[in-house]
Every structure is written in structure tokens, then in C-alpha cells.
């Protein structure tokens, strides 16, 4: 199966500053990858797919970049409702796999 | 409004079964594949498995594969999972998923609890 390596584990950032999310797979998965977002308490919900696509309704600080092994997920301006865990997620083939998640926490 | 609604949840013993369901409206279920994740208290998201639009293709992740059984029923816009053989390891919420046109999982159900348990 493929491995999904997310880093860092966790971060502390204040309002307005720009956060950045990486995932590296262990194997190339061209740009088979989705970003979510999850809140406690409630489901996951989708912000990027496709590595770069953001998904409609996702306020466009949210941005995706990468291909092959190497992706981001980047905050340019985090606001108070995006402190909230962030996992990836590889498409490229079964079984999927997430990466460990990131949690965003307020400094 | 696209809605998914697992149910089914609830306690049960180590080595007893469960079956989970998700109920799907809102959107044309039978032209969309499906998928279960878990989440044990405190972790990350688990991939699970995954259902083809007819049934006839399934994939399953290792750690439940021989156990759990992923089925659906297009006439009653229903998502399944048999669960057998349970551990205090399967102890989390699941939730089912829509697998949207490009792969991702664009659609969520609230998530069912299972807690294993003597």
C-alpha cells in the first residue's frame, strides 16, 4: 500500500499567518490527492482535490500544490475557523490512504 | 441536498458482528461509488473499503479485510457494512463516504459510533 508521510504533526499559528501542510506518498501518484478538513466532533470535509483544485464553496486562502510525491496544502491567511486538523488523502489506487493528519492550533 | 446517514452503531462484544448502514438522498446513488473510513477515539482517519457503482467491484483495507463486508443495495439508496469478528481495536466512528466524479471524497455521513466492549 502506498504510505502517505504528513508533516508536521501538529503547528501553533496565530490569525492571519500563512500555514503550510506537506505530504509526502511513497510512490509517485501523479496528482491523485485530496486535502480535508476536520473539526472536532464532526465529519471530514473536503477543501482541494486533484493536488490543486479547490472544491466549490472553499474560500480561496486554501491552495494545493504538487505532483508525483511532493504535495502541500497551504493557508495564505489563516483565519479562527480553520484551527481544525487537515489530512491527505491518495486517489491513485486502493487500498487509499490518509496521511496522519496535521493539527492546526491557535499560538 | 446531498445527505448520507449512517445508523447501526452501538456496543457490542469482542468477536460480535455489527452492520452498519447508510442511507443516501439527494443525489443519484446508483451512478456513485462509496466508501467506509473509521476514526478510533483520538486518532486519525482509516480508509476502510470501497464499493463500485453495481457492487461487483470491492476493495478492502488489510486491517479488516476477511471481517468487515461492504455491500449496497441500489434499489433502497443504501450502503452497508458487515461486521464480524470484532475487536476493542474496531472501536470508533464510521462514517461513509461519496467518491465524487474526480476520485475524492466529496460527501460525508455524520458518522455511526461502535464501541467493542465486555
Known amino acids: 500500500a502506498i504510505q502517505m508521510t504528513q508533516s508536521p504533526s501538529s503547528l501553533s499559528a496565530s490569525v492571519g499567518d500563512r500555514v503550510t501542510i506537506t505530504c509526502r506518498a511513497s510512490q509517485g501518484i501523479r496528482n491523485e490527492i485530496g486535502w480535508y478538513q476536520q473539526k472536532p466532533g464532526k465529519a471530514p470535509k473536503l477543501l482541494i482535490y486533484?493536488?490543486?483544485t479547490v472544491q466549490s464553496g472553499v474560500p480561496s486562502r486554501f491552495s494545493g500544490s504538487g505532483s508525483g510525491t511532493d504535495f502541500t496544502l497551504t493557508i495564505s491567511s489563516l483565519q479562527p475557523e480553520d484551527f481544525a486538523t487537515y489530512y491527505c488523502?491518495?486517489?491513485?489506487?486502493?487500498?487509499?490512504?490518509f496521511g496522519q493528519g496535521t493539527k492546526v492550533e491557535i499560538k | 441536498e446531498v445527505q448520507l446517514v449512517e445508523s447501526g452503531g452501538g456496543l457490542v462484544q469482542p468477536g460480535g458482528s455489527l452492520r452498519l448502514s447508510c442511507a443516501a438522498s439527494?443525489?443519484?446513488?446508483?451512478?456513485?461509488?462509496m466508501n467506509w473510513v473509521r476514526q478510533a477515539p483520538g486518532k486519525g482517519l482509516e480508509w476502510l473499503s470501497y464499493?463500485?457503482?453495481?457492487?461487483?467491484?470491492?476493495y478492502s483495507a488489510d486491517s479488516v479485510k476477511g471481517r468487515f463486508t461492504i455491500s449496497r443495495d441500489n434499489t433502497r439508496n443504501s450502503l452497508y457494512l458487515q461486521m464480524n469478528s470484532l475487536s476493542v481495536e474496531d472501536t470508533a466512528v464510521y462514517y461513509c463516504?461519496?467518491?465524487?466524479?474526480?476520485?475524492?471524497?466529496?460527501?460525508w455521513g455524520q458518522g455511526t459510533m461502535v464501541t467493542v466492549s465486555s
Open positions: 464499493i463500485s457503482t453495481t457492487g461487483t467491484t470491492i
Open positions: 486533484a493536488a490543486s
Open positions: 488523502l491518495q486517489d491513485y489506487n486502493n487500498p487509499r490512504t
Open positions: 463516504a461519496r467518491v465524487a466524479g474526480y476520485d475524492a471524497l466529496d460527501f
Open positions: 439527494g443525489f443519484t446513488f446508483n451512478t456513485f461509488e
